[in-house]
C-alpha cells in the first residue's frame, strides 16, 4: 500500500513554492480542506477498486414538445461499474429504457481506459459501419466519446479529482466564485474543471466546465454533488445531478458503493484487435454536449465527425438532386433540401451544427451560381435539425418557423456564443423572424413558389412540412423518414403527414426528409390510407 509521507500545504512548501512565505493560498487552502472533509489524502490513495450500481434518469431541453418547453423525459436506467483507480481504467454495464423518441431497451456495457473506448452490444439507434460490421455487434469509441467519456469520469471520481489538484498546485487556477440557488461557493478552477466547495463543509458541491451547446451557445456544464455518505474511510456524494445552465438534465444516485473489491481485469480490458485501430482521445473542439447529450435519447452517431460516420463506406456529406434546383443534402444523420428560386435559395432545416450548415452554403452555393440563402425554414425546434440555425442566417436570411416558436428563437439568437467552434461570434438582432400560424408561401420573380404548412402531429408544436409544387415533392422530418422501412403498422406520426397533405389539398409524387433519402408518396398512402 502506497504511504503519503506529506501533503496539502506541507507539501507545497516542501517543493519551495513561493506562495509559502505568505502562507497557503486561497485555492490550496480550499482543495485540502476538501481532501479533509472527503475523508484525507491518505484515505482516497488508498483506494485502488471502486464497484458500485445506481440508477439514473435523463432528460433533453431540446427536444421539448413546444419550443422552449418542458424537457422531454429520456430514460431511466439502471447502472452498474467498475473502476481500476490505478490503471484509470472503468467498466460500465447499462440496462437503459427509453420513453423517447420510441420506447426501447439497450443492454450495453462501455470500457474505458485512457488509450482507447469500447462499447459492447447496441447502444443506439444511430448505430456506425462498425458496430453494424461486428457479430456480435460492438465498437470502438470515436475519439470524441473517449474524450467525452474520459471528462466525465474525470469529474464524477470526485476523491481522485481532488487528489490531484493536492499533488499538483500549480495547476490548480483562481476561479469567481459560483453563485447557485442564492448561495454562494467559492471555488478552483483545474485542467478545465471549475471546482466550487461548500464554505460550511468544506466538500465539493458543484464541478463546472464551460461548454458549448449547439441551440444554446456559451453553457455552464455541472455536476452537483449532495448526499455525502460515509463508505470505507471516506465519503462519497450519494446524489449526483448534472445541470445544464441550471436545470437538471441528468439524475444519478448510487444504490450502493464497495471499495477495494477484486476486479476481473478481463472485465475492463479493451480486445487487441480493436485496440489496434480504435481513436485516441479528441483533443481541441470535442463537441461535448452533442456526445453526452444525444446519448440520453440513444441516437447518437458515434463518430469523430458529428454529421456523418467517417467509418462509412463514402464517408461525408453530398448533394442528390431531386429535381431540377431542388437538392437533398444525404451522407450524414440529418438532411437538408435546398431549393433554388430565380435569385435566391430556401433551405429547409439546419441540423446538427454550423460546422454542417458551412458545407451546405458552400455546396448549395457552387451548384447554384452563388445565390444566397435567403430563406431558412426549420421544420421543428429541435437540436439535431437546428442546431446550425446561426451558419446558415450568413447571408441574411429570414429565419422561418412554425407557431409557437418565435420567443424561443428571439432568445436562441440572443444566447451568448463565443465558445462556437465552427463560428465567430456576431449580433443576430437584425435576423428576421418569420413565424407560420397555418401556411406560408415564398414566391420568386417568376412566379415560383415553395410552400410550408403547420402540422397537427406527435413530434413538436409548430411543426411544419415543405411542398415544392414544381417538383410536386414534399419535405418532412422526423414523423417519416423517406427511403427507410415503414412500419407494419400505421402510426399517429404517419398519418400525420398525410393528414397534412389532405389538408392542404396538395398531390405530391414523393416527399423527401430530414432523415433517410427520398420515396414515392404512394409508400405512405398505402400504409396509412389516402
Ligand atoms: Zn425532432
Same mark, same amino acid.
Given at each position: ?56 434518469? /435523463? ?103 481532488? !487528489? ?14 459560483? #453563485? ?25 458541491? $458543484? ?11 456559451? #453553457? ?19 446524489? $449526483? ?40 482521445? &479528441? ?44 437538392? /437533398?443534402? #444525404? ?23 454550423? &460546422? ?21 425554414? !426549420? ?69 415560383? /413558389? ?31 423518414? +423517406?427511403?427507410?422501412?415503414? +412500419? ?14 389532405? $389538408? ?27
Amino acid at each position: 500500500m502506497k504511504r503519503i509521507a506529506a501533503f496539502g500545504v506541507t507539501l507545497v512548501c516542501a517543493l519551495g513554492l513561493a506562495s509559502c512565505a505568505t502562507g497557503p493560498s486561497k485555492e490550496q487552502q480550499l482543495v485540502s480542506k476538501a481532501v479533509e472533509a472527503v475523508g484525507g489524502a491518505q484515505a482516497i490513495a488508498d483506494i485502488r477498486t471502486i464497484s458500485w450500481k445506481g440508477t439514473i434518469k /435523463q432528460w433533453e431541453p431540446e427536444q421539448s414538445d413546444l419550443p422552449g418547453g418542458e424537457m422531454r423525459f429520456c430514460n431511466e436506467a439502471q447502472l452498474e461499474g467498475a473502476i481500476d483507480v490505478q490503471a484509470r481504467a472503468a467498466r460500465t454495464d447499462w440496462v437503459k429504457n427509453f420513453a423517447y423518441p420510441a420506447p426501447r431497451t439497450f443492454t450495453y456495457s462501455e470500457i474505458v481506459t485512457p488509450s482507447a473506448g469500447y462499447v459492447i452490444g447496441i447502444d443506439t439507434n444511430g448505430r456506425n459501419a462498425e458496430s453494424m460490421k461486428a457479430n456480435p455487434p460492438a465498437h470502438s469509441m470515436s475519439g470524441y466519446r473517449l474524450a467525452a467519456t474520459q471528462r466525465e469520469g474525470r469529474r464524477a471520481n470526485v476523491s481522485a479529482l481532488l !487528489l490531484d489538484m493536492l499533488f499538483n498546485p500549480e495547476r490548480v487556477q483562481p476561479a469567481a466564485d459560483i #453563485v447557485a440557488q442564492g448561495r454562494s461557493y467559492p471555488a478552483v478552477a483545474y485542467q478545465g474543471l471549475i471546482v466550487a466547495f461548500d464554505p460550511q463543509t468544506g466538500l465539493p458541491a $458543484r464541478i463546472r466546465s464551460l461548454d458549448y451547446d449547439n441551440i444554446w451557445g456559451d #453553457v455552464t456544464w455541472d455536476l452537483v454533488l449532495s448526499d455525502w455518505k460515509p463508505v470505507g474511510n471516506v465519503k462519497v456524494a450519494m446524489s $449526483r445531478k448534472a445541470q445544464l445552465n441550471g436545470r437538471v438534465v441528468s439524475d444519478f444516485t448510487f444504490s450502493d458503493v464497495k471499495l477495494n473489491q477484486a476486479l476481473d481485469a478481463k472485465r475492463l480490458a479493451i480486445p487487441g484487435d480493436v485496440l489496434a485501430h480504435a481513436a485516441r482521445p &479528441a483533443s481541441g473542439n470535442v463537441p461535448y454536449q452533442w456526445v453526452i447529450r444525444r446519448q440520453y435519447i440513444g441516437t447518437y452517431l458515434d463518430s469523430d465527425n458529428a454529421s456523418y460516420d467517417t467509418r462509412a463506406a463514402s464517408p461525408g456529406l453530398r448533394l442528390q438532386e431531386l429535381a431540377p434546383g431542388v437538392a /437533398q443534402v #444525404v451522407g450524414g444523420s440529418h438532411n437538408s433540401l435546398i431549393v433554388e428560386m430565380s435569385d435566391f435559395l430556401v433551405v429547409f432545416d439546419a441540423p446538427v451544427s454550423d &460546422a454542417q450548415s458551412q458545407w451546405t452554403m458552400k455546396a448549395a452555393k457552387e451548384k447554384f451560381g452563388g445565390k444566397p440563402v435567403k430563406w431558412v425554414v !426549420l421544420t421543428h425546434h429541435h437540436m439535431d435539425h437546428a442546431g446550425g440555425v446561426r451558419a446558415m442566417l450568413a447571408d441574411g436570411g429570414t429565419l422561418v418557423v412554425g407557431a409557437p416558436a418565435r420567443e424561443h428563437y428571439l432568445k436562441v439568437l440572443a444566447a451568448p456564443a463565443t465558445r462556437n467552434p465552427d463560428l465567430s461570434p456576431r449580433s443576430y438582432a437584425a435576423v428576421q423572424i418569420m413565424e407560420v400560424t397555418s401556411s406560408n408561401v415564398i414566391t420568386d420573380s417568376r412566379g415560383k /413558389q415553395v410552400m410550408m404548412y403547420v402540422m397537427d402531429n406527435p413530434h413538436a408544436k409548430g411543426m411544419m412540412m415543405g411542398w415544392v409544387p414544381e417538383a410536386k415533392l414534399g419535405w418532412i422530418t422526423d414523423l417519416w423518414s +423517406p427511403g427507410t422501412p415503414l +412500419p407494419p403498422k400505421p402510426n399517429p406520426a404517419l398519418a400525420s403527414v398525410v393528414s397534412t397533405v389532405k $389538408r392542404a389539398g396538395l398531390q405530391p409524387d414523393r416527399f423527401a426528409g430530414g432523415h433517410g433519402s427520398v420515396a414515392p408518396y404512394s409508400q405512405l398512402t398505402q400504409l396509412v390510407g389516402q
